[in-house]
């Protein structure tokens, strides 16, 4: 679905309309192509002090072949447009340390390229040495948050919390949150714990692997599955016999193998784990099938409350409990899609939201039940994402969807894909009980 609005402010008359009356100024975002590099541009790199995630971070940015430098204030001087702003906060251990945090990024915010990337590692507050390490770590979320509300151009701002043993599990993460693969992903906080350390080839990472994708129709579901398999993944996809034909021409498109079936039937776990383990098991599992039926709940009747609440909660704890009883791999990753509206709520969503938020409670409910087996579980929040379903949307209400978030613009089914590929990628083994919004970091539950 194409955003007018946006292709308008690209017109002469369009910019001079923007710049005059202050009108929203979406900024074209650069997605993923087969060849991109994971950072396009020079990076400046800064740091509190000296510490081991620092020297991780510069040897995951020699190991990319990006250009940096560690001076802001000669950039600040110079006509330099650094790509990527990454700052290393892990030594940050009082309050009054917080302040390299506006010495290093004042200098040279501004300098920012377009689609630029700013990223911040600080330590999991959680796991801080001392209560004054926790609470100067802590504060660190409300400092990114903000900055992604300031920063213009399709400029994104992450912060990715590490563990004090975890800094070889960095590297996923950093090239995700650098690459153009995160382009509507900002505003968000991360934890990497630490994990197996899983080495591969970052041009096919899933290659060997056997993923379910549920919903994989269309939509989201289909870029899911997609993606999965242009990283090498084995890929199952899932939807119900009404859709067969979407379902088999996306399958057809990349050659792997369909399922019909009704993920809310008794018989559904067993069912996918039969086929799992004619392909040696899963590793891999997305739970991105789902239904709306919006109501309000004075006028919600029980079979409506139920309907959306079998699919899109009941089902994946179902089939995620069955197929933790031999059919799911250890080392696997499990996804759910939740949605902002599990977050903030919204009207006339009750069964929605709950059924969304229940997600949520999935990934927090199993994280520390699959630790042993190395099992990670993450769960992915859309928030508007330009599908058939929101182009039937209201016009007002679209376009009030659209720019109600710092990047101004609907996101793609293949943001929600890139972010669900990162999850699932075995290099991102310390990524577990993460919720991650993929919504431009919306207003709604910011």
């Not at 609005?5 to 192509?33: C, E, H, I, M, S």
């Not at 979407?246 to 009704?262: A, C, Q």
């Amino acid at each position: 679905m194409t955003d007018r609005y946006q292709t308008f402010t690209r017109t002469p008359l369009g910019k001079a309309l923007v710049k005059n009356l202050g009108l929203p100024d979406p900024a074209p975002l650069p997605r993923w192509v087969d060849g991109s590099a994971v950072i396009d541009g020079p990076v400046v790199f800064g740091a509190s002090t000296e510490t081991d995630a620092g020297k991780a971070i510069q040897a995951l940015l020699r190991d990319v072949g990006a250009s940096f430098s560690t001076a802001a204030e000669g950039v600040a001087s110079s006509e330099l447009r650094p790509k990527a702003l990454v700052f290393d906060a892990t030594g940050i251990s009082s309050t009054a340390e917080l302040t390299s945090l506006q010495r290093f990024f004042s200098p040279v915010i501004r300098q920012l390229g377009t689609a630029g990337r700013v990223i911040v590692v600080g330590r999991t507050p959680e796991l801080a040495a001392t209560p004054e390490q926790q609470i100067a770590q802590r504060a660190i979320e409300g400092f990114t948050r903000s900055l992604g509300k300031e920063v213009k151009r399709g400029a994104t701002v992450n912060l990715v919390y590490v563990a004090p043993d975890a800094h070889d599990q960095l590297d996923s993460t950093l090239r995700f949150f650098l690459s153009p693969k995160s382009a509507y992903v900002s505003g968000q906080v991360v934890r990497v714990s630490s994990g197996q350390l899983a080495g591969n080839d970052p041009t096919a990472p899933l290659s060997g692997k056997v993923a379910v994708v549920t919903g994989a129709a269309r939509g989201i579901g289909a870029a899911i599955a997609e993606t999965l398999a242009r990283d090498g993944a084995k890929v199952i996809g899932v939807d119900v016999p009404q859709n067969a034909n979407h379902l088999r021409r996306v399958m057809s498109l990349i050659g792997r193998s369909e399922l019909l079936l009704d993920v809310t039937a008794i018989d559904a776990p067993q069912r996918i784990a039969a086929q799992a383990q004619e392909h040696g098991g899963l590793d891999i599992v997305v739970h991105n099938a789902g239904i709306t039926r919006d109501k309000r709940l004075a006028n919600m009747r029980t079979d409506v409350w139920d309907a959306v609440l079998d699919v899109n909660l009941r089902a994946p704890e179902r089939i995620t409990e069955h197929l933790l009883e031999g059919a799911l791999n250890d080392g696997a990753s499990v996804i759910g899609v939740s949605s902002i509206a599990g977050i903030a709520g919204n009207n006339g969503q009750t069964n929605y939201a709950t059924s969304k938020a229940g997600v949520i409670g999935l990934v927090q409910a199993f994280a520390p039940r699959l630790a042993d087996r190395q099992i990670r579980i993450n769960a992915v929040a859309p928030g508007f994402i330009e599908t058939e379903m929101t182009a039937r949307v209201p016009f007002t209400i679209r376009e009030v969807g659209r720019r109600l978030n710092s990047l101004q613009q609907g996101g793609l089914p293949i943001d929600v894909a890139e972010t669900i590929a990162w999850f699932a990628d075995p290099a991102s083994a310390g990524v577990t009980g993460n919720v991650v919004r993929v919504c431009g970091q919306s207003l709604l539950g910011a």
